[in-house]
């Protein structure tokens, strides 16, 4: 084992620190930056997502490290005993200011070198590369986390751009359109194109597609979904979700979505009608079949869209009231 942090900090028995003069004990392999925010310490982060390798790119969550020849960046940068840090002083502030006052001064070069606007024919992810910072938290996601490849980093520097693989349409490349680099975006450079109003409500429910339960937010704004979105560390899918789970929520609005029942008439036509009366002429129907053909002349099928407690309550009819075992939900495959 070293003796000594990577940068260089000798490395006590004790596994403790100073930060801002207070000593604070080390939990093994956290980063300055998980140590800061298990203090209740605000550091600034823009490259970093604690989905993603460090990455230590943006320079914005600096700070001081006793000892070292510059301020270190804090997402990238292991906590090791006996280092002296500085975290909120006025200098390290100041420091993290100029960080961003740079980004706008990138962002001005990228507009003069016209890379600025990003027309895609798919219907869901927008981008709009003024407003890019060139952190590659998109470009990360796409590839740790998704393992695609639809993405890319061109050019270095000052000049380098954020772009669809090969400058292609998102169709085009091996995006499966699964929206986490949206939501990986700091700055809003990548964005739900279905999007119309900014949110003024977000609501937690679960994604009701399959039966993994992803805890999804919808982002509402005068009660009509503008985008869905997923927070870090919550639920089984830690901020993750698929394309159906992010993009597929237009059917909530839809002029033809069914809002009440409706009984097909003499007619042959369908006619709206009240929930009592079609819950009796359902109940009527299926009395009448069990009647005459026997309970397993009847199956119920449940929507993956419900929830589990609608679907227990879907098999207790077909088993209990019914009697039959003709009984299944499609999120079960
Ligand atoms: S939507 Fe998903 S797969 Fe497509 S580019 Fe973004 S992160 Fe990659
Ligand atoms: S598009 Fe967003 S996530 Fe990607 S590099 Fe630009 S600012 Fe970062
Ligand atoms: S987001 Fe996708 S994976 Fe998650 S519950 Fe919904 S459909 Fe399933
Ligand atoms: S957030 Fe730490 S370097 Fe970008």
Same mark, same amino acid.
Request: charged share 30%; with cysteine; aromatic share 6%.
């Given at each position: 084992m070293s003796d000594s942090s990577p940068n260089g900090v000798p490395v006590s028995e004790a596994a403790t620190l100073h930060l801002d003069g207070v000593e604070v004990a080390i939990e093994?392999?956290?980063?300055?930056?998980?140590?800061?925010? =298990?203090?209740?310490? *605000?550091?600034?982060?823009?490259?970093?997502?604690? =989905?993603?390798?460090?990455?230590?790119?943006?320079?914005?969550?600096?700070?001081?490290?006793?000892? !070292?020849?510059?301020?270190?960046?804090?997402?990238?940068? $292991?906590?090791?005993?006996?280092?002296?840090?500085?975290?909120?002083?006025?200098? &390290?502030?100041?420091?993290?200011?100029?960080?961003? +006052?740079?980004?706008?001064a990138d962002k001005k070069k990228l507009i003069a070198a016209g890379h600025t606007h990003f027309e895609d024919r798919n219907r869901f992810i927008g981008f709009n590369p003024s407003d890019c910072i060139l952190c590659d938290r998109c470009v990360r996601y796409c590839d740790e986390v998704m393992q695609c490849n639809a993405l890319e980093h061109v050019g270095q520097g000052d000049w380098g751009f954020i772009q669809p693989t090969d400058g292609k349409s998102f169709l085009d490349t091996d995006c499966e359109l699964c929206g986490g680099c949206v939501s990986t975006c700091p700055t809003g450079a990548l964005y739900d194109k279905q999007t119309?109003?900014?949110? +003024? $409500?977000?609501?937690?429910?679960?994604?009701?597609?399959?039966?993994?339960?992803?805890? &999804?937010?919808?982002?509402?704004? *005068?009660?009509?979904?503008? /985008?869905?979105?997923?927070?870090?560390?919550?639920?089984?899918?830690?901020?993750?979700?698929?394309?159906?789970?992010?993009?597929? @929520?237009e059917f909530i609005h839809h002029d033809e979505r069914l809002t009440q029942p409706l009984i097909?008439?003499?007619?042959?036509?369908?006619?709206?009608?009240? @929930?009592?009366?079609?819950? /009796? $002429?359902?109940?009527?129907?299926?009395?009448?079949?069990?009647?005459?053909?026997?309970?397993?002349?009847?199956?119920?099928? !449940?929507?993956?869209?419900?929830?589990?407690?609608?679907?227990?309550? &879907?098999?207790?009819?077909?088993?209990a009231v019914i009697g039959t075992n003709n009984v299944h939900s499609c999120a079960a495959t």
């Open positions: 093994p392999g956290e980063t300055i930056l998980d140590l800061c925010r =298990r203090e209740g310490l *605000e550091v600034p982060t823009l490259c970093h997502d604690d =989905r993603l390798e460090p990455y230590g790119g943006c320079r914005t969550c600096l700070v001081d490290l006793e000892g !070292a020849p510059r301020p270190v960046p804090a997402c990238k940068t $292991k906590a090791a005993a006996g280092m002296k840090l500085e975290a909120s002083s006025k200098g &390290i502030e100041a420091i993290r200011a100029t960080m961003m +006052d740079m980004f706008a119309t109003h900014e949110p +003024d $409500k977000s609501t937690r429910t679960v994604c009701t597609y399959c039966g993994v339960g992803c805890v &999804i937010d919808l982002e509402t704004f *005068e009660g009509k979904v503008q /985008k869905i979105t997923a927070e870090v560390g919550v639920g089984p899918n830690n901020g993750d979700l698929c394309n159906k789970g992010k993009f597929a @929520w097909r008439g003499e007619d042959g036509k369908l006619h709206p009608t009240d @929930w009592d009366t079609a819950l /009796k $002429k359902v109940a009527a129907g299926l009395s009448e079949v069990k009647e005459k053909y026997g309970p397993d002349a009847l199956g119920f099928l !449940a929507s993956s869209r419900c929830t589990n407690e609608d679907v227990y309550a &879907i098999q207790k009819l077909a088993r």
